[in-house]
């Protein structure tokens, strides 16, 4: 059983930056793909970004591809994302997930979650 806790969610201004971690434990870090996750208020759990077991391939959703960096540390057990540029629309609940085999932007993709962290901004 795989358990994730995010942390480094926040407040901050339209235009700063925020990274946030997610530490996992109870299983085989190495062996498990990374998603990120986000879901706004009255809206549905979106794909964000995601990194394959070994950190070689990566996958962005459009809405923020060049802006958020997802990257991992297999020896530290944590998958970082990295946000830039961030815009109030960014505001959301984080979500951290793993998941075994290929690339996934979808929710159905991966097995286990974390418990989120708040990313506000203002504008």
């Known amino acids: 059983q795989v358990q994730l806790v995010e942390s480094g969610g926040g407040l901050v201004q339209a235009g700063g930056s925020l990274r946030l971690s997610c530490a996992a434990s109870g299983g085989t870090f190495s062996l498990y793909k990374k998603g990120w996750f986000r879901q706004a208020p009255g809206k549905e759990r979106e794909f964000v970004a995601a990194i394959s077991s070994g950190g070689g391939s990566t996958y962005y959703a459009d809405s923020v591809k060049g802006r958020f960096t997802i990257s991992r540390d297999n020896a530290k057990n944590t998958v970082y994302l990295q946000m830039g540029s961030l815009k109030p629309e960014d505001t959301a609940v984080y979500y951290c997930?793993?998941?075994?085999?290929?690339?996934?932007?979808?929710?159905?993709?991966?097995?286990?979650w974390g418990q989120g962290t708040q990313v506000t901004v203002s504008s």
């Open positions: 997930a793993a998941g075994r085999y290929s690339l996934a932007t979808t929710t159905s993709g991966y097995d286990y």
